[in-house]
């Protein structure tokens, strides 16, 4: 992990990286697949897994292509993920803490629905951006690309987006969706 956090800090991807960081982010790969992946992916300090298939490989093998691109503000790199939280009310006013006596929070809540959070990052241009949704649907993902096209990057001859592998984020998806979301600019 050491030789990750040293390659994205110097290639300027962030001005700092954590163990931790990039150790939820291959969690969360772990998660995504269909089957676990033994080993450690390529670039630290063991093997990539002998089980990775060669379409993670391949995409792997892109997205290492994309981060040593130099900057070029025309052709902005730009990360996009997203996760769903659920959104909680407290039942009980908390009691304060007294000298000699820590907090008290009651662990009863009120469920109060969810929410769907859009992470846009573009490291070279040192900008980040989270859009807040009701719901995670193609559509809502089509309009966070239509306004990072058209509010946030609206310069920028193509955009460059590096994103996971849901079936939501397929060029297909984007065809779809692009007529409900009045989004014509081309993203690859």
């Not at 960081?21 to 992916?41: C, E, F, N, Y």
């Not at 969810?114 to 980040?128: C, H, K, Q, S, V």
């Not at 309009?143 to 460059?160: C, G, M, R, W, Y």
Request: proline share 6%; with cysteine.
């Amino acid at each position: 992990m050491k030789l990750l956090e040293t390659a994205v800090v110097e290639l300027n991807i962030v001005d700092r990286a954590s163990d931790n960081t990039i150790g939820r982010t291959l969690k969360k790969h772990d998660q995504a697949s269909p089957q676990k992946a033994v080993g450690h992916p390529a670039g630290c300090q063991q093997p990539a897994p002998a089980k990775a298939g060669a379409a993670f490989v391949a995409g792997m093998e892109d997205v290492l292509e994309v981060y040593h691109r130099p900057h070029d503000p025309a052709r902005p790199v730009v990360c996009v993920d997203e996760t769903s939280k659920q959104l909680i009310a407290e039942t009980r006013v908390p009691i304060a803490a007294k000298p000699g006596h820590p907090a008290r929070h009651d662990y009863e809540y009120e469920r109060m629905g969810t929410a769907n959070l859009f992470m846009m990052f573009a490291p070279l241009e040192r900008w980040r951006h989270v859009k807040v949704t009701e719901r995670h649907a193609a559509v809502d993902y089509a309009q966070v690309l239509k306004e990072l096209s058209d509010t946030h990057f609206s310069e920028a001859k193509k955009i460059v987006l590096v994103q996971d592998n849901l079936n939501t984020h397929k060029p297909a998806s984007l065809y779809e969706m692009s007529e409900k979301a009045g989004l014509t600019r081309r993203l690859h």
